[in-house]
């Protein structure tokens, strides 16, 4: 790094001018250089064509381009799930092939490997879009987040509630895109290599009533144009489009759109299309165990048509071909969620203490009794996070103002009878 500059009148070292020859010279330790030999150098390494071509190919590093060798298979897709999605083996199996399928159909697009094959030359890959459905708390959103941080490819969340309750439906469809231009730095290219992920996507169905709701049918139509792939515009700084906007456009032919619901409910229609082959299940007794089996087996039978009488119309759904279904989450699920995968909620909470130099202990028991009040509250993985930060609020208030504790150990007890954790003093130790 250059640490002086000075005018010197030393000759320069490349042409043996000095400053009295009229020329100003550039001096680095016991070097000189003048001014006209630095610009003979930067022009001989850089032409004015040379200089654009070599910034040209500096951008185009920075785009997102898929080929064989930086595309994970998917097994390799399948893998990274696994570190932190606990069960729902068939659905990560599912996913993983239908996300290296879109992104191969992206690296094909680009490649010259078929063009000369006639049989191959002209045939179009269509757009894998997912659609995921499952209780609440069982891993939608993770896995979606969680695919796009695999491909290392912008990512952004919507919620389809929020578009039902706009006054201007197709302008918040935009949003949808829009969010993701911003989650790619406001790169367009990037952004065209991006996943979206639209939750609660059950919430915009139709539904025949007297009153007709024709809301959710439209909003439902509002999102065909960009979940099928083509431009669509917004104004740089979202919002509205007013007559002074700057115009962003964005193709979404190679965006991979994910939706995902709970579809409440839609068991029963499958149950009524297939009664014939469910008579039994209401034989069995009534035990959460019993009614998880009995989910699985009903929504292993489901089928598009199932998915277009629950009310999502025929366009959308022939839109998101790949279907898989979560299943819910057992007790031992939960468990293992709270300390397998590299993220798990009891190793946040041990780092968050680890700060102030204090140990934190969960027992066996108390992993136990936050799973089992999670499962008994049908909330999912997303109730166990509720559970730990109520057991943790007084603990992660008084620690800092602490210096004379050295361990906090919550055990069953703790969760169970709602005690405060227990704190073991340094003094105690010793």
Do not use: W
């Not at 939608?140 to 990512?155: N, Q, S, W």
């Amino acid at each position: 790094m250059v640490k002086e500059l000075d005018i010197n009148d030393t000759e320069c070292i490349a042409c043996g001018k000095k400053e009295t020859d009229g020329v100003n010279l550039v001096k680095y330790k016991d070097i000189c250089i003048c001014e006209e030999c630095i610009n003979n150098l930067y022009n001989y390494l850089y032409d004015e064509e040379d200089f654009a071509s070599m910034m040209d190919s500096l951008l185009e590093e920075d785009t997102i381009e898929f080929n064989k060798k930086t595309l994970p298979t998917p097994k390799q897709i399948k893998e990274r799930l696994d570190e932190v999605v606990i069960g729902q083996e068939k659905p990560k199996i599912i996913l993983s092939v239908a996300v290296y399928n879109h992104f191969k159909r992206i690296a094909m697009e680009s490649s010259d490997k078929n063009k000369n094959d006639k049989n191959l030359k002209d045939v179009q890959i269509e757009k894998s879009n997912v659609l995921m459905l499952g209780p609440t708390g069982t891993g939608k959103t993770l896995i979606a987040k969680t695919l796009a941080e695999i491909l290392d490819v912008p990512f952004a969340i919507a919620d389809a509630t929020t578009l039902t309750e706009a006054g201007y439906v197709g302008q918040d469809v935009e949003n949808v895109v829009y969010k993701l231009y911003v989650a790619s730095n406001r790169d367009v290219k990037k952004c065209e290599r991006g996943i979206i992920y639209i939750d609660e996507i059950d919430k915009i169905r139709k539904r025949e009533s007297a009153t007709h709701d024709v809301r959710g049918e439209s909003v439902q139509q509002a999102l065909l144009k960009i979940i099928e792939g083509k431009e669509t515009e917004f104004p740089e700084i979202g919002g509205p489009i007013r007559n002074d906007s700057k115009l962003v456009t964005v193709n979404t032919k190679n965006i991979l759109f994910i939706v995902g619901g709970s579809f409440v409910g839609i068991e029963n229609i499958i149950k009524n299309r297939t009664s014939s082959s469910s008579i039994g299940f209401a034989g069995d007794l009534e035990t959460e165990e019993n009614k998880s089996d009995e989910y699985k087996k009903i929504m292993s039978k489901i089928v598009p048509t199932d998915i277009i009488s629950y009310g999502m119309i025929p366009e959308f759904i022939g839109r998101i071909p790949v279907i898989t279904v979560l299943d819910p989450l057992s007790e031992d699920d939960l468990v293992s969620i709270l300390t397998k995968p590299k993220n798990a909620l009891v190793k946040q909470y041990m780092k968050i203490l680890q700060f102030n130099d204090v140990e934190l202990k969960f027992t066996k028991d108390a992993v136990r009794e936050i799973a089992r009040e999670s499962y008994t509250l049908n909330t999912g993985a997303r109730g166990l996070k509720s559970i730990v930060e109520r057991t943790m609020l007084n603990v992660m208030y008084t620690i800092p103002s602490l210096t004379n504790v050295q361990k906090v150990i919550i055990n069953g007890e703790t969760i169970k009878q709602k005690k405060e954790p227990e704190l073991v003093l340094k003094t105690q130790t010793n």
